[in-house]
């Protein structure tokens, strides 16, 4: 009889924690929304962000403006520039050409690129984790005028850098170089045949239904912002040709959560090459190949930032709770790339039930 009383008492306990489930959605979805306007103003340009729990999504919002400060409002469908997040899938798409055995981790970057200055010392491993010590371009925007065409190919990209001579010794330690993803492009492109960004929609955009994913320079979408003369203005767009695999594509938050969920449950990479590309490198502090592999409070947390003018994004994952939090900004005037990844790190772990007193 008291086993019969316990059963039941059980059974109506989880009862009403399953019906409270729904009840704590809506009150996270409650608070985050309030979050998200407190932090972005309704008349200026905004952001779009979603939070999602496995497969629920909590949260999925727009506030503030595509144009100026009275043009239309953003919608959670708008893309935006993904800026470096552009890095990781670029990554995952060289990793797919090594599990094809078209390409070697190993692989001198010589291979591909034969006058490459040192390149015979630098494997394409180290291109991937920022330890490579190719010296390159980190803001092609310093290029002289006249030395790039305003709409370059992956191989006008890396004739202007390749002749400088190593910055540091291969492996020695992480330098963030937007320059050795523009080397990643072209590994892709010669092992595969294809334009980078051809290659990444046919082996991962598509097959995942990233139907907003693309390398699409004329494709409609909210102004970038930045601040002129202390007033916010649409900035002019950013020339995706130059920022290439390090920052070309456009995405929407959709997207960017199907992309965690494919990318860190095994629907994209073998679990060895996953594992690969999350860990860091010796040198490369908390940084795997386009992530970050850095602690949320005491939660394992996979993250990376992106900044182009006009726009910063934040794509974070939290592995056991299966959390993603995206956050598409349309403005960015310096501070807005550490500024996305702060809120959404507090979304992630308002998502937990935790406070989000982020320091």
Known sequence: ?????????????????????????????QQAQRLVEQTYAADAPGAVVLVARGDEVLLRMARGRAVGTSGRPLTPDDRSHLGSLTKQMA?????KLVEAGKVSLD?????????????????????????SGISGLPDMARVPAGVLPLQATTDALVDVFKHQPPAYAPGARFAYNDSGYILVAKIIES???????????????????????????????????TTQGGQVKPSAPPNVTWENAAGALVSTVDDMHKWNRALHEGRVLKPA???????????????GFGIDHAPLRNHEQLAHGGSVIGYAAHLLYLPGPDVTVAVLRNFNDGG????AGALARKLALMALGEPADLK
């Open 91 to 95: 990554a995952a798409g060289l990793l």
């Open 1 to 29: 009889m008291q086993k019969k009383k316990w059963n039941a008492s059980l059974l109506a306990a989880a009862m009403l924690w399953m019906a409270a489930l729904p009840l704590h959605a809506a009150e996270f979805a």
């Open 336 to 339: 807005e790339y550490a500024a």
């Open 273 to 287: 090459t996953y594992q690969r590309m999350v860990e860091p490198h010796a040198a490369s502090g908390n940084y």
């Open 191 to 225: 092992a595969s045949g294809k334009p980078w960004h051809e290659y990444l929609a046919e082996t991962l955009f598509r097959p995942l239904g990233m139907t907003g994913t693309c390398y699409c320079p004329d494709a409609p979408r909210p102004s970038g912002h």
């Open 107 to 131: 692989d001198p970057l010589s291979k591909y690129v034969p006058d490459f200055a040192g390149g015979e010392r630098v494997p394409i491993a180290l291109l991937l984790n920022h330890t």
